[in-house]
């Protein structure tokens, strides 16, 4: 295995590793990015990488049964194989290590644990356990997300995050896992971008479940937001010495002209992509003006709900991917116009770093009480391909070098960023793209499950390991 992770240092390109070329990554000294508290990860999810989907007592998710559906995910792929970590798993993680990557961040599958009933099943929590154990034997840091979207059928069944018991239910199994997994997880995210759950599952069905309705979006959204607010209590009782919070996917709308109209439509797409689960969490309320974007819409609150969903969290995890340009749709809303000329990746999302430092310095100014920031995702598709066994995946090294100095201007700006996790460790199942868009920094062919390191990561290990000799 001429570029296998263990061998990363041999392989790099001779003029990197010697330092005679001009390094396309390293930040520049000033960076932050220097400090060696500044947590550097990599992030997956559990039904993008697992596969083995009806091993060991696994139960089917909502992602199994969607993606089997003819037309929801390009190409017919389903996670049903995936990266086959469920049983690659020790040689992974010896490659996030090998790599010197200090944080990772995972997620764990709901229908692996539990049945129906709430009966725990006891191999499926040993699995989170090996994996847990051994990240903790290689000092690596964990931050464990309990729902990355693979919500168990048979609560779909039942209504999935339209019933409002589902976030009962979400706060049991919260309680099972910080049970067991006390003392081997630094931090604990209840959700993945409830967003992506409560809009592209059930507001405009590109996700799972499928469906397609903006009321159902909303409660939806509400039970996702219960479901966290209910869980951290239990987090804090079983596991006191973790961080709590949880991670949202952020997006920036800049207005296509200087017309009212048009600065309108931006402020209402940033209301409905950040403020909608922002304020709820941060302010505990929802925003008004989503209800002028979506008139009629507004969920069905119970008392207390509002206080539960904005309990303080120990961290806010950030996902940032690219900006949408927008203009005014005539009537409530915006409309997305696709500025020509600028850099797309392989997802056709604008590559736009300034997003991120804008929309972080923005939210310090908005949230007085906006907790610790680490950015949990963030990271590029491209087409990579192996070539005499490298992959010369330049945008991406030069997307994350841009988007790390974003970083970098946030703290300056005195927003508190403590880490950032690249996604993703690993090409992997990119939901309704199937395994076409190559999101990782180590490249898998899917029909030998061979793990081949990416120039880009081989540049992170250069720099962490240099980070590290300096400290
Ligand atoms: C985010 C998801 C993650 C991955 C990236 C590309 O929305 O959280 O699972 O698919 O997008």
Redesign the pocket.
Known sequence: MANDASAVFDTLSPAVSKGSLADPFTPPADSALWRKNFLLGAAT?SY?IEGAVDEDGRLPSIWDTFSAKPGKVLAGDTGAVACDHYHRWEADIEMLASLGLEGYRLSIAWPRVMDAAGVPNRKGLDFYKRLLNRLKEKGITTFVTLY?WDLPQHLEDRGGWLNRDTAYRFADYADLMSRELAGTVDAWATL??PW?SAYLGYGNGHHAPGLANDRFATQAMHHLLLAHGLAVPVLRVNDPASQKGIVA?IGRGTPNSDSAADQRAAHLFEVQHNAWILDPLLKGAYPQDLFELWPGTEPLVLDGDMETISAPLDFLGI?Y?FRTNVASDGAHGFRDVPLEGVERTQMGWEVYPDGLRDLLTGFKKTYHNLPPIYIT?NGMASDDQVTDGHVDDTQRISFLKRHLAAVDQAIKAGVDIRGYFL?SLMDNF??AFGYERR?GVVHVDYSTQKRTVKRSAELVAKFLKERKARA
Do not use: D, G, I, V
Request: hydrophobic share 30%.
């Open positions: 999810a993008q990355h993945n971008e992506c996917n996902n991917y995702e996604w990119e939901w999101f």
